[in-house]
């Protein structure tokens, strides 16, 4: 007898929007990732261009008030842009944080149809063991009577 779960296509099912939801979670936590990098460059170009001022201020070169001034400007609207992109990561990470909740339900749901199948699986085997028994108790029987009638 071959074992059939009866609610195997909802399993398929959660399955399918457990992993919509994985990609989904994916997805935003990739796109937060590229935002957090975006202003590690940020941070970095700013270090950079610290040091530039440092040795520009060192040399005392002709022009290089001016290059300190553009490159005081440049920081002021990369911090302008990491402000911008703080705000974005945090809009980010609350999504993140929603899809993950998405997806955490999507795996318990996943999970409970796993454990109902298990379980049914179990009966299944319960109930082969059972009639392999009776079957094996009837062959006993049969040969028990065969070997009276001798």
Known sequence: ???VFRL???LKQRQQVE???QREYLQAKAQLDECLERIEVCYRDIRQTR???AEAEKSARVG???WIQQAESYMKGLEIKIHRERQTAREHMM???AKQEV???AAKERKAMDVLRERKWQEHRALLRKMESKELDDIS???AKRSQLR
Do not use: G, T
Request: aromatic share 4%; no cysteine.
């Open 19 to 21: 992993a919509e939801a």
């Open 1 to 3: 007898m071959k074992f």
């Open 141 to 143: 029987v049969m040969r």
């Open 103 to 105: 997806l955490v339900e």
């Open 51 to 53: 040091q530039q001022i």
């Open 95 to 97: 999504e993140v944080e």
């Open 8 to 10: 195997e296509a909802v």
């Open 64 to 66: 290089s008030l001016d």
